[in-house]
């Protein structure tokens, strides 16, 4: 079950990546200049080694990083509407 919402969180914080990749904000262009590589599709590829890497942690029994991913998956929520609902 751990392995399971891990991966629909990690679906969710893939969608709101990219939601903000595609707003635009003013504040994607004070980035460092890594994140800009490919488009801003390096950050994806950093957000699916996040995933990977927990799901193979969850999958081999510790489903305490379910539970990590979560609260992470709450910061980007919250970054992403600060961001997309301009208040920042």
Same mark, same amino acid.
């Given at each position: 079950m751990a392995l399971l919402v891990t991966f629909l969180l990690g679906i969710a914080n893939f969608v709101l990546h990219k939601a903000? &990749?595609?707003?635009?904000?003013? &504040?994607?262009?004070? &980035?460092?200049?890594?994140f800009h590589l490919l488009g801003g599709r390096a950050g994806l590829g950093i957000e699916f080694a996040i995933l990977l @890497? $927990? &799901? !193979?942690?969850?999958?081999? @029994?510790?489903? !305490?990083?379910?539970?990590?991913?979560?609260?992470? $998956?709450?910061?980007?929520a919250l970054s992403a509407w600060l961001i997309l609902g301009g208040k920042v």
């Open positions: 903000v &990749l595609d707003s635009r904000h003013p &504040l994607l262009g004070s &980035l460092a200049g890594f @890497g $927990t &799901l !193979i942690v969850v999958a081999q @029994g510790a489903a !305490i990083w379910a539970w990590f991913y979560a609260g992470y $998956t709450a910061v980007n």
